[in-house]
């Protein structure tokens, strides 16, 4: 299977040279003249709309000139974009896409479907739907049950995410409410398996319901009265219908004491969309906690269970926790199975209860790498073999495999999933979550009440108001060509982490006279941090200085609009990197921790590169990369340090 696949993988892409540009030019033109042919015998009867007398008049005749010379200076400025696909470069979490993403794109485009319904997307709709079944499969969730779509991006599938969350964290205490008014007797499952009427609990056991028996007790209130009965008494009791500036109110007036506000707890290395998240759902940001990282950069489960305890003596309810499947500085995977443990631990020993959200925008693709070609789970062994390296570590299989056990996961197809943005994914273990934020605008409702047609009917569910079909159709035909398993991504994704630890080991091992280079920990997936420190550099802002020049030499900007190498770098700050600094800093030798510390957001600058070109660690390339980008760092460096001697 071996060589098939590394044949296979040379067929993936257009290439770094253009490689197979006979290939795609032939799809291309086979997808347009499909489309051509489609609306030639559509009702053909029609008359024409376009004569080719017109195409002879002086006003077409312009116009079409006038396209064409705009075309040309697109296509001029288009040359000083970024070359993702290169293998020099190695910044952001970009590579160029798959043929078959990008035809499917292109396909579907010429078709212009808007996925918001079946009633303007048919087809694409229904491919959207069969993507999210595929990537539920491939991350362990039963597909019979989970429900997800493709958004625009990890920002608006993690705002999905929390949006249901807190609807679900919310929805015992609107249930208890409006069973009382509707005079029903309902009782629920709490967290150590005992049940009890609704109407006898606090406050704080209501939000601690976990979520499958929330919605237990939603589709119980359902089925104990008229439908319009119970819209009526859900009204004023509610979070969606009161809002925010009401609610706390009405909840202190029946219960006493509304409690603390409910907070979010994230890893420390989360997104810095998790913010905006929070602000536009009126959470708040002040109620975002952060919980330390390892110095892996790991979430730390045992920090975790102490923000936990903390929160449960102070009866603040804890809304959700957000683990993190492939940060985007360091792409590294949270043992997701470890938080499982602590999750389990807070509802048998502190009566807690919270929905669990792995954001794996980045890395949720890696679980790709955990199925064999028989649909049957591969082991870290197994995996390892394939590899011919350390990697991955059982632990990281099993991080990876416990994603299946996360109340919700989103993930970016336009990331690891090497398709065309726009095109993130969310994802939710019980589909029954989805009905918690559904709304029925009158002209997109489905002609009739059949379930599969309600299926098809995205907007009903959803944030967003319109989305590309294209990106469906991209997403699709793409995982057609690349199955999810190790005959397609998990293969590509194989090949890319190889890639990361050749250049992790020869940043290492690198000799460049008057610099050293410090890599940080080995990273879980493919992104390569590292610190260039050369004798002069006694501080740490002097350190950071040289780094953050380094960067500029080595990153397109106005000075250097075409670099050897492209890499980007990022800063370690506190309090968010507090428990993975000390033996970073004790390598480098320039300040303590406290100093560090005290430089804010100074933080210490960390050169990184992301390395999805999967050809980096092919024997058949023609250019040995990481030499050469070893090269380029040390021209780098050296320039650098020069220009610093003459100022």
């Not at 102490?306 to 360091?330: D, H, I, M, N, Y």
Request: hydrophobic share 45%; net charge negative.
């Amino acid at each position: 299977m071996t060589d098939r696949r590394e044949s296979a993988l040379r067929s993936w892409f257009l290439g770094p040279r253009a490689e197979n540009a006979a290939l795609l030019e032939g799809l291309v033109v086979e997808a347009l003249r499909d489309h051509v042919f489609w609306r030639r015998n559509f009702h053909p009867e029609d008359g024409f709309a376009i004569r080719e007398l017109d195409k002879r008049s002086e006003g077409y005749e312009d116009a079409v000139a006038t396209l064409t010379q705009e075309l040309l200076g697109l296509l001029a400025e288009l040359k000083r974009d970024v070359p993702f696909f290169s293998s020099r470069y190695k910044g952001h979490m970009l590579f160029e896409q798959t043929i078959a993403g990008q035809i499917g794109y292109f396909a579907a485009m010429l078709y212009n479907p808007n996925n918001i319904s079946a009633e303007a997307a048919p087809v694409t709709t229904r491919l959207e739907l069969e993507v999210a079944g595929q990537l539920a499969r491939m991350i362990g969730y039963d597909e019979s049950r989970a429900w997800g779509h493709l958004t625009s991006g990890g920002t608006v599938a993690n705002f999905e995410a929390l949006w249901i969350a807190r609807n679900i964290h919310y929805l015992a205490v609107a249930a208890a409410g409006a069973a009382d008014a509707l005079g029903l007797s309902l009782d629920v499952e709490l967290p150590g398996g005992s049940r009890a009427p609704v109407r006898r609990l606090s406050l704080w056991e209501l939000l601690n319901v976990d979520n499958a028996a929330a919605l237990d007790l939603w589709h119980a209130l359902w089925s104990g009265a008229p439908d319009a009965d119970v819209r009526r008494a859900l009204a004023g009791h509610s979070l969606s219908d009161v809002g925010y500036q009401d609610y706390s109110l009405t909840l202190a007036r029946r219960y006493g004491d509304a409690l603390p506000a409910a907070v979010v707890l994230v890893a420390a290395t989360a997104h810095y969309s998790w913010e905006k998240i929070a602000r536009a759902l009126g959470i708040g940001a002040n109620q975002l906690v952060f919980v330390p990282v390892d110095p892996s950069f790991r979430l730390d489960p045992d920090a975790l269970w102490a923000r936990l305890q903390e929160f449960a003596g102070r009866k603040t309810p804890v809304l959700a926790c957000v683990s993190v499947c492939g940060t985007t500085e360091e792409s590294a995977v949270d043992r997701l199975d470890r938080v499982i443990e602590v999750r389990e631990r807070a509802r048998r020993e502190l009566g807690m209860a919270f929905h669990l959200h792995s954001d794996a925008c980045y890395g949720g693709y890696a679980a790709a790498i955990t199925w064999r070609e028989d649909g049957l789970r591969r082991s870290g062994r197994e995996i390892r073999r394939s590899t011919g390296t350390s990697w991955p570590e059982d632990d990281l299989v099993d991080a990876i495999v416990a994603l299946g056990a996360a109340d919700s996961v989103t993930m970016d197809p336009h990331k690891l999933g090497y398709v065309p943005y726009p095109a993130g994914a969310f994802l939710l273990r019980d589909r029954r979550g989805r009905d918690l934020v559904a709304v029925d605008p009158p002209y997109l409702s489905p002609a009739t009440a059949e379930r599969a047609d309600d299926e098809l009917f995205l907007g009903k569910y959803i944030f967003e108001g319109s989305k590309p079909g294209a990106a469906a159709a991209s997403v699709w035909l793409s995982h057609k060509v690349l199955p999810l398993d190790e005959r397609g991504y998990g293969y590509l994704i194989e090949r890319t982490a190889i890639g990361a630890r050749m250049l992790r080991d020869a940043l290492a091992a690198a000799e460049l006279g008057e610099f050293s280079v410090h890599v940080l920990p080995e990273p879980d997936i493919n992104i390569v941090c590292f610190v260039v420190r050369h004798t002069g550099a006694g501080t740490l802002a002097s350190l950071n200085a040289f780094n953050e020049a380094i960067y500029r030499r080595m990153s397109i900007n106005a000075a250097t609009p075409s670099p050897e190498y492209i890499i980007t770098r990022t800063r370690f700050r506190t309090p968010m990197y507090d428990g993975a600094m000390a033996p970073i800093l004790a390598a480098l030798g320039v300040a303590t921790v406290d100093e560090w510390k005290a430089a804010g957001s100074e933080g210490l600058v960390v050169l990184r590169s992301t390395v999805m070109d999967p050809f980096l660690a092919s024997t058949a390339q023609g250019t040995n990369h990481v030499a050469g980008f070893l090269a380029a760092l040390g021209r780098a460096a050296k320039a650098e340090l020069l220009a610093s001697a003459r100022e």
